[in-house]
């Protein structure tokens, strides 16, 4: 019984040691708020990824829909949980950083982007290798070539995001100086053309591009100081709110800004003028909240290391979140239908179903967490370093005292 009872206060005593080691280690120059809008742009993905896609077993086939397919009146939950915006923005703005402080430090550009290539394309390797042993069982139990398919475009569909992401980033040279308002009047030209003037609707695909080059050279000009002053907040959350109401108002663009299946337009594939004029707004809501959660961070040591711990792991969590709700649903079937998990979302009681298993999905996702972080670790030893915090060691070789100087290393 005195076991028991020793082995939670041991652990409460363990987390609290860790807690304050990771604040002693961070150094006091370095701007919290970034790291904390990474991960809240990150949770918010993975939370709406898990909310507005269902998988619905239908006989022996699983196909994908929307809540927002048969709801239409929840496309608001879209506007809190699609954070694309948020990450493009801080993306743009780290690898500015980064880019400038390689340049003063004599690094070239190839050592530079390989490094920043390195801990987002490793843990790919991870997930496509099992996905190939996954679809060859699965073809080889028999398993219909629809639901097959079905499973991989779940599986992989982060990996759009992570080539568009990487394609910046190695174009970040080029990007430091471009004004925002030149991918947005590319977006707008292909937006008038492709709905006004009924021109091709391929051409749309552009705005794949241009329309996160938006957020992303908006972070390059938060790097040069330009919106530093709250005004420059508080115009983007304006203008982008105005912008995106209008055009949902009167030009017939649809509320939701993820895709809905059976939409005949969708603001997310490709990106549209919304989209673009949503992330505006969302881009000037994370500048204002700078300073609070800078604040915060810096009184709350347990909050700082949360999110410590959540960039850390990034990219293992983006990439492994829907493996983890595809498991949870197959490992389910054996039990039959669950609601919440298998059957069709047409109404509130889905909802609330699929609210429940959320925790199961964490848990799930915490579990590839562990077997698969280590890829993500797993990069070059170079002056352009990717962790969160690093001490500094003495020319001796020594590591200081924890409450020493410490050096802040560019995010991946």
Not at 161 to 181: G, S
């Amino acid at each position: 019984m005195r076991d028991r009872t020793l082995r939670p206060t041991a652990l409460r005593t363990a987390a609290r040691r860790a807690v304050r080691h990771i604040d002693a280690a961070t150094p006091p120059h370095r701007d919290r708020a970034v790291d904390a809008l990474r991960a809240l742009a990150i949770l918010g993905i993975i939370l709406g990824h898990w909310l507005v896609t269902a998988l619905v077993a239908d006989g022996n086939t699983l196909h994908t829909t929307s809540p927002l397919q048969h709801m239409p009146q929840l496309a608001p939950v879209s506007w809190i949980l699609q954070t694309l915006a948020v990450f493009f923005l801080v993306g743009g703005h780290v690898a500015t950083k980064s880019h400038t402080s390689a340049r003063a430090r004599g690094i070239p550009y190839i050592p530079w982007l390989r490094a920043r290539l390195t801990r987002l394309f490793m843990p790919v390797a991870a997930l496509l290798a099992l996905w190939t042993v996954v679809t060859i069982a699965l073809l080889a139990t028999g398993t219909r070539m629809d639901t097959v398919e079905t499973l991989l475009k779940l599986a992989l569909s982060p990996l759009w995001f992570l080539l568009v992401f990487a394609a910046l980033t190695a174009a970040t040279p080029l990007l430091i100086r471009l004004n925002p308002l030149w991918p947005l009047a590319v977006v707008l030209h292909v937006d008038l053309i492709r709905f006004g003037l009924g021109g091709p609707q391929g051409l749309g695909w552009i705005n794949l591009a241009a329309g996160w080059l938006v957020p992303y050279t908006l972070g390059a000009a938060w790097t040069r100081g330009e919106l530093e002053r709250r005004r420059a907040g508080w115009a983007l959350l304006v203008s982008g709110t105005a912008g995106t109401a209008g055009l949902i108002i009167w030009a017939g663009y649809p509320a939701s800004m993820v895709g809905v299946p059976g939409a005949r337009i969708s603001n997310l594939n490709p990106p549209t003028l919304a989209a673009v004029t949503f992330g505006l707004a969302q881009c000037g809501l994370a500048l204002l909240l700078r300073g609070a959660l800078r604040r915060t961070l810096r009184r709350r040591p347990a909050a700082w290391a949360a999110v410590a711990v959540v960039n850390l792991s990034a990219m293992t969590l983006f990439l492994w979140h829907q493996t983890a709700m595809m498991a949870t649903t197959a490992t389910g079937l054996t039990a039959g239908r669950l609601p919440g998990l298998h059957t069709l979302p047409d109404d509130l009681g889905w909802v609330v179903a699929r609210l429940a298993w959320l925790p199961v999905f964490a848990l799930a996702l915490l579990l590839c967490r562990a077997a698969f972080h280590s890829y993500e670790n797993r990069r070059p030893r170079t002056r352009e370093g990717t962790r969160v915090v690093r001490v500094q060691r003495r020319p001796d070789g020594t590591r200081p005292s924890r409450n020493a100087e410490t050096e802040a290393v560019p995010h991946a």
